[in-house]
Each structure stands twice: as structure tokens, then as C-alpha cells.
């Protein structure tokens, strides 16, 4: 099966500072999904990028997709404590099987 | 709230153990994955069930079975519990294809 990989592993941070984590396929995707996970809590959707080099903005959080569809990135300006936890990027593989990458464990300091 | 819950929320069984876990979609959903996660790592793909029928499966042994009833409730059964199942097993619910999948809370399996 497809296989996406995410960087960092772990982010610390300041409160106020940028966050970024990046999403690599070695195929091209058709679509890829970011999803949230809080502490003790299960996967929420944030958001679907389609297109080719497609950029979409929530508020403080803009996510990329990359000119050759194989890789993406979640940028967050100015992190909160509201931010931590876990950000994964999935490859919905024709929406039959998903495959998640290993996730971004953010940590805001206040 | 996304409106798809699971059962139970936790559960310790042992070694050769069958388990049934549940998870009711939500409402208008007819199509429902499942997932297994372990501990500090991403969900793991295990089957998906649209309509009754599966409809795609990832990499797990046939012990993982599951069943998708008229009402779009499914559930997930694991047959001859290893250790290395213990995990948190989510299902999603969505209307299929490229919609939204809705998570639910989770059964936290763990096996002794």
C-alpha cells in the first residue's frame, strides 16, 4: 500500500511561535487529507487539498499541496495552547482505503 | 460532538480471546471504516464497509473481520487476540467517496 511520510516527529514551541510539518508521498497523490487529534481524543478533518499546487487557508492555518501532488505541509502562524497535539496528513487512496502518515505531535508553551 | 459512538469505551481481554466492537454511524452515514492505533503512532487502515459490503481492506489478517448491518451500525471482530493488538480502535462515518469522515471516540483494547 501507498505510504505517506510526515517530518517532525515532535515540534516544541513557544507560544506565538510558527509551526510547520510536512507530508511526503514517493507516488503521486489524488487527494490528501489533514486531520487533528488532541490529547485523548480521536482524529478530527480539517481540511481536503484536490488540486495541484492548491493552497487553503483557516484562520491561522494554511495548508499546501504541493506542483507534483507528492507532498504537502500544514503551516500554523502564531501557534496557542488551543493548537497541541497531533496533525496527520492521509492519503485517501480512492476514498476505499486511507493510509495516515505518522503524525506531528506539537507542544505549545505558554 | 460527531455523532458516531463506539462501545465500549474500554476493554481488557487475554491471549486467544474473541472481542466485538461497536460503533453506530453517524446519522445519514453509509459508509463506515475502521481503524486500529497504537500507541503514539497514526490510525492504521483496516477495512471499510459501505453499504453492507466491504469495500476495502488494508493490511490485517482475516482474524479482523466485520459486518455492516441495514442501519449502517457496524462491527468490528478480532479473533484470536495477539498482544500487539492492544490499541485504540476508532470507526469513521461518512456518506463515502470523497466526504468528510466523521471519527468516533474509540474502544481502548488491551490485551494481557
Known amino acids: 500500500g501507498q505510504q505517506v511520510m510526515q517530518i517532525p516527529q515532535y515540534q516544541h514551541v513557544q507560544e506565538g511561535e510558527d509551526f510547520t510539518t510536512y507530508c511526503n508521498s514517493s507516488?503521486?497523490?489524488?487527494?490528501i487529507q489533514w486531520y487533528k487529534q488532541r490529547p485523548g481524543g480521536h482524529p478530527v478533518f480539517l481540511i481536503q487539498?484536490?488540486?495541484?499546487?492548491e493552497v487553503k487557508k483557516q484562520k491561522r492555518l494554511t495548508f499546501q499541496f504541493g506542483e507534483a501532488k507528492k507532498n504537502s505541509s500544514l503551516h500554523i502562524t502564531a501557534t496557542q495552547t488551543t493548537d497541541v497535539g497531533t496533525y496527520f496528513c492521509?492519503?485517501?487512496?480512492?476514498?476505499?482505503?486511507?493510509?495516515f502518515g505518522s503524525g506531528t505531535k506539537l507542544n505549545v508553551k505558554p | 460532538e460527531t455523532g458516531v459512538t463506539q462501545s465500549p469505551t474500554h476493554l481488557i481481554k487475554t491471549r486467544g480471546q474473541q472481542v466485538t466492537l461497536r460503533c453506530s454511524s453517524q446519522?445519514?452515514?453509509?459508509?463506515v471504516s475502521w481503524y486500529q492505533q497504537a500507541l503514539g503512532q497514526g490510525p492504521q487502515f483496516i477495512f471499510q464497509?459501505?453499504?453492507?459490503?466491504?469495500?476495502g481492506r488494508g493490511n490485517f489478517p482475516p482474524r479482523f473481520s466485520g459486518l455492516q448491518f441495514p442501519n449502517y451500525s457496524s462491527e468490528l471482530n478480532v479473533n484470536a487476540l495477539e498482544l500487539d493488538d492492544s490499541a485504540l480502535y476508532l470507526c469513521?462515518?461518512?456518506?463515502?467517496?470523497?466526504?468528510?469522515?466523521?471519527f468516533g471516540p474509540g474502544t481502548r483494547l488491551l490485551v494481557l
Open positions: 469513521a462515518s461518512s456518506l463515502g467517496g470523497p466526504e468528510t469522515q466523521y
Open positions: 507516488t503521486t497523490l489524488s487527494n
Open positions: 487539498l484536490v488540486k495541484s499546487g
Open positions: 492521509a492519503d485517501p487512496d480512492n476514498f476505499n482505503k486511507f493510509y
Open positions: 446519522s445519514g452515514h453509509n459508509t
Open positions: 464497509y459501505y453499504r453492507e459490503e466491504e469495500n
